[in-house]
């Protein structure tokens, strides 16, 4: 007798082995008809699959959330079976399941080219309607090796060849085409449906090691109905129009070059921008009671190793080795500089909670092939802090610090914030019992600050468990840029200590938390959310006065001065040019306030102004004009 409990707390009793259609159908005909695979006491499985335990079983459907990453499985398996009927001599290697869709790695002597990815597209629906039952097969390893050989897929073989002996191994088969696989996977192809679009080629190296061959990559994207394809390429289009990258050059903010990878040149506007953001988050964070930090760049080595950061990133530091044969590391973190200052001294449990904030300038090794304009960089600047407390102290720091976050993510635009709690991965520092401390007063402090999270196994730091938080622009995407972590590992590990009220010595708790994460990267997203039309608090520069004729340049030089002495950022412009000209050229840089200045404005002492976006132009009376501009320019307060 086999016990099938339902998400419902219902338990249905089958006298053998049961699939789990056989329960779909059991439950009713909806049901079995919706079914795509099955989650058996929590890990997904193949809708034939057979149940011979008591379980708590549960149904997937396309409406759960992790159904999706089932379906580009199989459409990168369908894809796979695309190219080996149109392209036979073509061997096939990984393909998973990626964040918006798929990819697979091909082998093949000849390049595809772009027309190639209609015809695999046009194959793939094909093999759609042709609905062929996808079924698991679990073969012999050396058996699987020689089949595979014998194929020609030397790449499967391999790779089937480094799983231990003895180590049973599942292939997956649709129509003719066969695939090692661990699964699950659809019930049939047709069941993939078409709303699936074949997006780009890429290079990639087998393995990702850059000594093996070259292999061919064809990325695409899947999804469950048209609707939803459709509204993933319509934000593909608009994150083309707002790529930061281009906006920089457009906007004259910065630019990058390969003397120099990963690190940028930002030009005086862009610096104008940095400037901003620094300055308010400067100023928010004084407020709330932080005192600023400045820590070196190079540490020796012994610090690195005491505190765990040089076997957990040591090979992602940059180094010096010095003529007195010292190691020192350019720092790729603030937190065990951090530490040292609050090691100066002797510290009562008066001086908690005692909040430490740098701009701290960091560097780290990251592979060419992952940087991505200023998103991913190697010379990098945190609005880092480390708040040291009492383990009474969490849940109130946390509420403090949720707030604080919220209040700037909306001030920059960005109210929809989406929160992962991240719990110990498995390389970690520390005891269970200190994980299992940490981890609880986490959960407690999340649920004091009214956080809704979602769970993102083994993905915490590896001296303590995290909040990771996500903002989502304007087009739907999500950026993961705020974080906090609490740490009873690194003041242990480097001896940091407090006096408590009794006159023993404890160890403060460091709550390591950043709001942006990565100026850069939170200035590229910035960019692409607003793209480039700043509010006029942000925006570089915020009003240029142009002239139409030359007569007026004296007053536009008048009007400039008195912008520039109210606080505003404005620039003049005398080009001899026709003014269309210069409208069009300031709009394409995102400013956001046009004053234009002829004979009449001159002679009455106004201006026509124009706002970025639109085609209607007030005239309005200097003085008003300027009032007008910094109230609306005022920061947030």
């Known amino acids: 007798m086999v016990a099938i409990t339902l998400p419902d707390g219902k338990v249905r009793h089958y006298p053998g082995p049961v699939t789990g259609l056989d329960v779909a159908r059991d439950i009713g005909p909806g049901l079995a008809k919706a079914a795509l695979a099955i989650r058996v006491d929590g890990a997904m499985r193949d809708l034939s699959a057979h149940i011979s335990h008591d379980c708590r079983l549960a149904i997937v459907t396309a409406k759960d959330s992790d159904a999706l990453e089932l379906l580009r499985h199989d459409a990168a398996h369908v894809m796979a079976e695309a190219v080996k009927e149109l392209y036979p001599e073509t061997q096939v290697t990984i393909g998973p399941a990626i964040e918006n869709g798929f990819y697979y790695d091909f082998a093949r002597p000849e390049p595809f080219a772009p027309e190639d990815l209609e015809r695999i597209e046009a194959r793939m629906r094909d093999i759609v309607d042709r609905d062929e039952a996808i079924a698991c097969e679990v073969w012999d390893r050396d058996e699987a090796i020689r089949f595979f050989e014998s194929l020609g897929e030397k790449y499967k073989a391999e790779i089937i060849g480094s799983i231990p002996a003895g180590q049973a191994i599942t292939l997956y088969r649709q129509g003719d085409f066969i695939d090692l696989c661990r699964g699950p996977h659809l019930p049939s192809t047709g069941r993939l449906g078409k709303a699936f679009k074949l997006m780009k080629l890429a290079g990639a190296y087998w393995r990702g090691d850059a000594r093996n061959e070259m292999l061919q990559r064809i990325y695409g994207t899947a999804w469950f109905d048209r609707k939803d394809l459709d509204a993933y390429l319509h934000m593909l289009e608009e994150a083309e129009k707002r790529d930061h990258r281009r906006l920089g050059r457009e906007m004259e903010l910065f630019h990058l070059q390969e003397e120099a990878v990963g690190s940028v040149f930002w030009h005086p506007k862009g610096w104008t921008l940095w400037r901003i953001v620094e300055n308010y988050v400067r100023r928010k964070i004084d407020a709330d009671g932080y005192v600023e930090v400045k820590t070196p760049q190079l540490v020796d080595r012994s610090l690195w190793e005491a505190s765990g950061h040089w076997e957990k990133f040591g090979e992602n530091m940059f180094t010096v080795h010095t003529p007195d044969e010292r190691t020192l590391a350019v720092k790729p973190m603030n937190c065990p500089c951090h530490v040292q200052i609050f090691r100066q001294g002797i510290k009562s449990y008066r001086d908690l909670p005692l909040r430490m904030a740098e701009f701290g300038s960091c560097h780290r090794y990251e592979p060419s092939g992952a940087l991505h304009g ?59 019992a200190i994980w299992d401390k940490a981890e609880a007063a986490l959960v407690e402090a999340s649920r004091a600050a009214g956080l809704e999270t979602v769970l993102n196994p083994g993905e915490g730091a590896f001296y303590g468990p995290k909040l990771e938080f996500a903002l989502r622009d304007a087009i739907g995407r999500d950026w993961q840029c705020g974080t906090l972590q609490v740490d009873f590992v690194l003041p242990e590990r480097l001896d940091a200590s407090y006096v408590a009220e009794d006159g023993s010595r404890k160890r403060p708790v460091m709550l390591h938390r950043a709001i942006l994460g990565s100026f850069e990267r939170f200035l590229g997203i910035l960019i692409e959310h607003h793209a480039g039309r700043f509010p006029l608090w942000l925006a570089p520069v915020q009003v240029v006065v142009a002239t139409i004729v030359s007569e007026a340049d004296g007053f536009a030089r008048e009007v400039q001065a008195a912008l520039a002495a109210a606080g505003l950022r404005a620039e003049v412009d005398l080009r001899n040019e026709k003014i269309t000209y210069k409208i069009r050229e300031h709009s394409v840089a995102k400013v956001p306030v046009i004053l234009v200045v002829g004979r009449r404005e001159a002679e009455e002492r106004t201006v026509a102004m124009r706002r970025l976006g639109g085609s209607e132009q007030e005239i309005i009376a200097l003085d008003q004009s300027v009032a007008t501009l910094v109230a609306e320019a005022a920061p947030p307060a």
């Open 374 to 432: 200023i998103m991913r960089v190697r010379a990098f600047t945190q609005d880092d802090a480390h708040i040291f407390c009492t383990e009474d102290q969490i849940t109130a720091e946390t509420v403090a610090f949720c707030e604080l976050l919220k209040s700037v993510y909306a001030d920059f635009g960005f109210t929809d914030v989406r929160v992962k709690f991240s719990d110990r991965p498995e390389k970690r520092a520390g005891s269970d």
